[in-house]
């Protein structure tokens, strides 16, 4: 403590990587979803020379939050300060800095500061902030590590595509086809079961049991960032066993013709559970062909019964 209301704490982290690589991963918050598990989605509110201003949407304690953020960067010390400019409850201030030394050898110090204060210097609202940001700090230096150490069978394991269709309607409608996702289950027969809640607006909790072409289901859990009218942004948090993650967009663009409506999927095999799934003998080629055939089946349907639905509304 610094003083009565506010905390001081570091964690760090040695990673098998040259200082500067590490530093570029931090750097660049829009792949923050696939590098960091907490982490939703992040977008970029503005940029200038050294500094930039993002907003992120990351869990904690198992709650989705979001908030927006400053932050200045010092590529030549490996230096990157933050502070939080909206904060959500129990958290009255956040800020922090990420410090890279080299280690020898290749490697990295990587030294995470935090310094917090609780709304009203609540005790209670202090222990909650403390438990988030250990655990999230934690977990960010360890998937930071394994990303980084791990990133050339990470490549052959990682895969991103894309879907998209050409909808004759208003764009409202399509984006409104795909936010109003309690309804899928009536309007789409891959859902089996949807369950949607919307605390906070914008931020959604989606938890679907879908079925595959084979009949057999499977549970999701995704939270949902809705950015309307163009951009719908998810991160699963429950998975299939074939993937250690799975992020993915829906994004709407206006044209002459109505809207092109697209899905976007980027996916992580979990190697670990290959053989189990598909059989001793398969490859992680094999096991990422099968993710995206399943993925981009369930895309292409959705996609087509919201063109159906917009240009039936559009044509009444």
Same mark, same amino acid.
């Given at each position: 403590?610094?003083?009565?209301?506010?905390?001081?704490?570091?964690?760090?982290?040695?990673?098998?990587?040259?200082?500067?690589?590490?530093?570029?991963?931090?750097?660049?918050?829009?792949?923050?979803?696939?590098?960091?598990?907490?982490?939703?989605?992040?977008?970029?509110?503005?940029?200038?020379?050294?500094?930039?201003?993002?907003?992120?949407?990351?869990?904690?304690?198992?709650?989705?939050?979001?908030?927006?953020?400053?932050?200045?960067?010092?590529?030549?010390? &490996?230096?990157?300060?933050?502070?939080?400019?909206?904060?959500?409850?129990?958290?009255?201030?956040?800020?922090?800095?990420?410090?890279?030394?080299?280690?020898?050898?290749?490697?990295?110090?990587?030294?995470?500061?935090?310094?917090?204060?609780?709304?009203?210097?609540?005790?209670?609202?202090?222990?909650?902030?403390?438990?988030?940001?250990?655990?999230?700090?934690?977990?960010?230096?360890?998937?930071?590590?394994?990303?980084?150490?791990?990133?050339?069978?990470?490549?052959?394991?990682?895969?991103?595509?894309?879907?998209?269709?050409?909808?004759?309607?208003?764009?409202?409608?399509?984006?409104?086809?795909?936010?109003?996702?309690?309804?899928?289950?009536?309007?789409?027969?891959?859902?089996?079961?949807?369950?949607?809640?919307?605390?906070?607006?914008?931020?959604?909790?989606?938890?679907?049991?879908?079925?595959?072409?084979?009949?057999?289901?499977?549970?999701?859990?995704?939270? &949902?960032?809705?950015?309307?009218?163009?951009?719908?942004?998810?991160?699963?948090?429950?998975?299939?066993?074939?993937?250690?993650?799975?992020?993915?967009?829906?994004?709407?663009?206006?044209?002459?013709?109505?809207?092109?409506?697209?899905?976007?999927?980027?996916?992580?095999?979990?190697?670990?559970?290959?053989?189990?799934?598909?059989?001793?003998?398969?490859?992680?080629?094999?096991?990422?062909?099968?993710?995206?055939?399943?993925?981009?089946?369930?895309?292409?349907?959705?996609?087509?019964?919201?063109?159906?639905?917009?240009?039936?509304?559009?044509?009444?």
């Amino acid at each position: 403590m610094s003083d009565a209301g506010t905390r001081t704490v570091e964690h760090d982290i040695e990673i098998d990587a040259p200082a500067d690589e590490v530093y570029r991963l931090i750097a660049e918050v829009v792949n923050w979803p696939q590098i960091f598990p907490p982490t939703i989605y992040v977008d970029q509110l503005e940029a200038g020379e050294g500094t930039e201003r993002i907003r992120i949407w990351a869990t904690a304690n198992g709650t989705a939050k979001n908030w927006t953020s400053r932050r200045v960067l010092d590529p030549v010390a &490996r230096r990157i300060e933050f502070r939080q400019e909206v904060s959500a409850p129990p958290v009255a201030s956040m800020s922090g800095t990420w410090l890279l030394e080299p280690a020898g050898a290749g490697r990295t110090r990587v030294r995470l500061l935090h310094e917090y204060r609780a709304v009203d210097d609540d005790p209670e609202g202090l222990a909650w902030i403390d438990q988030a940001v250990d655990r999230n700090s934690r977990s960010e230096l360890a998937a930071l590590k394994t990303n980084v150490e791990l990133a050339t069978a990470a490549a052959e394991a990682t895969l991103s595509f894309e879907d998209t269709v050409q909808i004759n309607g208003p764009r409202k409608e399509a984006y409104d086809f795909i936010n109003e996702a309690h309804l899928w289950d009536q309007r789409l027969p891959h859902v089996a079961r949807v369950t949607l809640t919307e605390d906070t607006p914008g931020l959604q909790d989606l938890e679907m049991e879908t079925r595959a072409k084979d009949g057999s289901t499977h549970l999701t859990r995704s939270y &949902r960032v809705t950015l309307p009218p163009s951009l719908i942004a998810y991160k699963q948090v429950t998975l299939p066993k074939l993937m250690s993650l799975h992020t993915g967009r829906w994004t709407f663009e206006e044209n002459a013709d109505g809207v092109a409506v697209t899905s976007q999927h980027t996916i992580v095999v979990n190697t670990a559970n290959i053989a189990a799934v598909l059989g001793p003998d398969a490859t992680v080629v094999q096991a990422r062909d099968y993710v995206r055939d399943a993925l981009s089946t369930n895309s292409r349907a959705t996609l087509g019964y919201a063109k159906e639905h917009v240009e039936k509304n559009a044509g009444s």
